[in-house]
């Protein structure tokens, strides 16, 4: 039984993987973005800096939403597609286990 479909089974896997490590990712790139808008602010409070604080404040804006809309793509992932994949593997399993006890 355990060698049913290995592949499928590493595929969810590491899909599942892929989604945690984006998730980690996600946190780790607020952090630093939110300390580079920080930055950004006070360099544009100043008279010699307005313009790289500005620049720095609009990268990290931009990188936040384009967080946000992949956070989005990666949930549908998460819940449609691997979600479904895994419910396949074990329905699978159990018609194969009852298969097994009627034949």
Not at 29 to 52: D, N, Q
Not at 58 to 71: G, K, P, W
């Amino acid at each position: 039984m355990d060698d049913f479909n290995p592949s499928l089974q590493k595929l969810v896997s590491l899909g599942n993987s892929y989604v945690h490590a984006f998730q980690d990712l996600a946190v780790t790139s607020e952090a630093y973005f939110g300390a580079l808008s920080k930055i950004g602010e006070r360099a544009f409070h100043t008279i010699s800096s307005r313009s790289l604080g500005d620049v720095l404040i609009q990268i990290s804006e931009s990188q936040r939403r384009i967080t946000v809309e992949l956070d989005g793509v990666f949930r549908w992932f998460s819940m449609e597609v691997l979600r479904e994949m895994d419910n396949n593997i074990r329905k699978d399993r159990t018609y194969i286990s009852v298969s097994n006890l009627v034949f």
